[in-house]
């Protein structure tokens, strides 16, 4: 399963770092990544990156939003920057697993975790 943290309330231009860590039967985990949905729209991508640690950044966040990875701790880190009221969402953790060496990858969601930008 996958737990993410971090979340909460900023004022623009702050920012926050959320985590995720995957637990349960980890055989590997090739590409993790983030989503957002804000309310009344449909879940997109923020940032994705695999297991070499090759970033790919939806084009609103570039520059402000880092993602990086720890495949010690099997966990995946999203440090956001210059935070905006537009990047007020429920941020979801994703991650494509392999359970043994023999299975097949599976694809799993964090539980969400709340980012409000307002003054």
């Known amino acids: 399963q996958l737990q993410a943290s971090g979340g909460g309330l900023v004022q623009p231009g702050g920012s926050l770092r959320l985590s995720c860590a995957a637990s349960g039967s980890i055989f590997s985990l090739t590409t993790m990544g983030w989503y957002r949905q804000a309310p009344g729209k449909q879940r997109d991508l923020v940032a994705t990156?695999?297991?070499?640690?090759?970033?790919n950044y939806t084009d609103s966040v570039k520059g402000r939003f880092t993602i990086s990875r720890d495949n010690a701790k099997n966990t995946v880190y999203l440090q956001m920057n210059n935070l905006k009221p537009e990047d007020t969402a429920v941020y979801y953790c994703n991650a494509w697993v392999k359970a043994t060496p023999s299975s097949f990858l599976r694809n799993y969601w964090g539980q969400g975790t709340l980012v409000t930008v307002s003054s």
């Open positions: 990156i695999s297991f070499g640690s090759r970033p």
